[in-house]
């Protein structure tokens, strides 16, 4: 297979055909034995929806119930990247791992990439480099400092091998009750390092990490001529090292480590060359962190039980998830459980098809599961909120939704969530969508109401910028610290199709509001209040459903406001463009042309 191979593919369209899948796979009516390139996809669950690749052996038992188990080595781990973009910059966006902030090889094929909330296409929307670890968007999406990304992906993990254990069944006790099972366990032989070889006094910096990052001394002294680096002094006895190259009488080997901006002495100036620039006037130091190995697990069951006109579903999910298993340290956050109880309604009426869903869920604050529980599209919906970290949360919702003679589908949502004391949210969401119906347009309109309120307590030397509008706005000495944010959005697109003309505009108007309210022990109650506005309208004319050829013509106007005792426009833009193709034969001729002002 030439998975292992060191070559990648390149991201540019949609189906990677260079990519191998061997193997050999012996079945029946029943059952099912593969071994080899192979994949165990999960679905039907709240909390383990995945698809899981390997290299390994799977079994499958099928008749009126199901077993799958699967021995594997793991390919890969995920990873999940969430910024926002630049303005002016298409890519390359550069994604990086969340502890040690390193850059990543990742697995072909296994990205997901969504922009403000909806799932893009690779080659038609964005571009990947898998040996760089970056995406870069195509002239189609101009990225800016509004663009919301958000990535899903697989990484290459070089530091151990990887045992996989999977499992997913499901089994009948009645002719409308069932329950389902699934299991991932994914573990780092700590025993068999793949690019390191531990010393004792590695395992003992180990050892006494826990979950921290383990970090090594990067000095390594040899002998003279052998090395890169020599020791130096300054004027004020401040030891340091400088890079005097290969044959140059160097005795010294440095490892460096990246660890942040005014964080380190040292700055990176050519290929495994770095220069001393002065205590906290670099983002390097010789450092090298140590790759800790981790075990995590997931344990799911599902009971569901269904009638005509409904159904009821209980989930429950015990994780576990060990950052440094060489460790017993920080042992306490491992564990974690999450529960999900739903119900559905579903009235048999032909011209109406209402449907009614009720849920509570519960996540407590070291829940860790391997697959990514989020729902994307409303989380951009709610960007600008904040949750904090390691809190067990409540959450209540409930929908309705109707379609009427297949033309109209209106469904309306609210959601109540709660962590620890500390925050609440409530947003309530309405979708309407309308069928172009003769003369009449196809209509679409979204309307979100959203409030959150987080309260924390903060000193005022360790209150971050990010948290507070302005220096003089934070007291001095010990408090609360309460958020009030306010979401307010409003998004509108129609569209008419004339035979093969389809004409289309949209409107979108963004509000967030925020109130951030101080006491402090020290100083009398203050409060401050600001805000952002960001409106976009848009038209477009396009072909529709033509075969050898099509084209696009489209404008689009966007606008940001701030609030700083009244509202102020900040920013302006026009984006006016074109694009269009012709197929000839087995070749396709693209073009495409945009101008922002």
Do not use: C
């Not at 290459?156 to 991932?184: A, V």
């Not at 190995?293 to 576990?320: C, K, M, R």
């Not at 959450?395 to 209106?410: D, H, K, P, Q, V």
């Not at 005022?460 to 910028?465: E, G, K, Q």
């Amino acid at each position: 297979s030439d998975t292992q191979s060191p070559l990648t593919p390149e991201g540019d369209t949609r189906e990677l055909s260079n990519l191998d899948q061997i193997f050999i796979r012996l079945y029946g009516d029943e059952y099912e034995v593969a071994f080899g390139d192979l994949e165990v996809t999960y679905s039907g669950t709240q909390f383990m929806s995945n698809t899981m690749r390997f290299e390994g052996v799977k079994g499958l038992w099928r008749s009126d119930n199901e077993f799958q188990g699967a021995l594997a080595i793991a390919k890969a781990k995920r990873e999940t990247n969430r910024f926002n973009g630049m303005d002016g910059k298409q890519g390359p966006y550069y994604l990086r791992l969340a502890v040690g902030g390193e850059f990543v090889q990742l697995i072909a094929g296994s990205e997901e990439v969504f922009l403000n909330g909806l799932l893009l296409s690779r080659g038609t929307d964005y571009t990947v480099n898998y040996a760089e670890g970056s995406i870069s968007f195509t002239s189609k999406h101009f990225i800016d400092s509004n663009s919301s990304i958000f990535v899903r992906f697989q990484y290459s993990d070089t530091d151990y091998r990887q045992n996989l254990y999977l499992n997913n069944s499901e089994f009948y006790l009645h002719d409308r009750l069932k329950i389902s099972h699934h299991l991932i366990v994914q573990s780092d032989d700590k025993r068999n390092p793949l690019q390191e070889v531990f010393s004792a006094e590695d395992r003992e910096i180990l050892q006494q990490a826990g979950d921290s990052i383990a970090w090594a001394d990067g000095v390594i002294k040899v002998d003279e001529g052998e090395g890169l680096y020599v020791r130096m002094y300054t004027d004020d006895g401040v030891e340091y090292y400088h890079y005097v190259g290969v044959n140059q009488n160097g005795d010294y080997i440095l490892y460096f480590s990246y660890v942040g901006a005014g964080e380190g002495d040292y700055e990176q100036v050519g290929p495994n060359k770095f220069e001393y620039r002065g205590a906290n006037a670099g983002g390097w130091l010789p450092l090298r962190r140590l790759p800790a190995p981790e075990h995590q697990a997931n344990y799911d069951l599902a009971l569901q039980w269904w009638g005509d006109h409904y159904s009821i579903t209980g989930e429950g999910i015990f994780t576990v998830y060990d950052r440094n298993t060489f460790s017993k340290i920080d042992s306490h956050n491992n564990d974690g459980y999450g529960t999900h109880w739903q119900g559905e309604i579903t009235p048999d009426y032909d011209t109406f098809n209402p449907q009614l869903n009720f849920y509570y869920r519960f996540l407590s604050k070291y829940l860790a599961t391997i697959s990514d529980i989020r729902n994307v599209e409303l989380d951009y919906g709610l960007s600008g909120f904040t949750e904090p970290d390691s809190v067990s949360t409540h959450e209540t919702g409930t929908a309705f939704s109707f379609t009427a003679r297949e033309a109209l589908f209106t469904r309306v949502s609210f959601v109540h969530k709660k962590g620890g004391g500390l925050f609440s949210q409530q947003n309530l969401i309405l979708n309407s969508s309308l069928r172009q119906q003769k003369y009449f347009p196809a209509l679409n309109y979204q309307y979100t109401f959203a409030n959150q309120s987080l309260e924390e307590s903060y000193t005022s030397d360790l209150l971050s910028t990010e948290r507070r509008t302005d220096e003089k706005d934070t007291p001095d000495g010990v408090g609360t610290l309460l958020s009030e944010r306010g979401i307010r959005q409003n998004r509108i697109d129609s569209s008419y199709i004339f035979r093969w003309i389809r004409l289309g505009g949209e409107y979108q108007k963004r509000t967030l509001r925020q109130k951030k309210v101080f006491s402090s022990d020290s100083t009398p109650d203050g409060d401050t209040i600001g805000g952002t506005k960001w409106i976009k309208k848009g038209v477009s004319l396009q072909t529709y459903q033509t075969r050898r050829a099509a084209g696009n013509l489209f404008l689009t106007i966007e606008e940001n406001e701030f609030l700083d005792q009244q509202w102020t426009l900040q920013r302006e833009s026009l984006t006016l463009g074109g694009e269009s193709f012709i197929d000839l034969y087995e070749q396709r001729l693209r073009g495409f042309y945009s101008h922002r002002v």
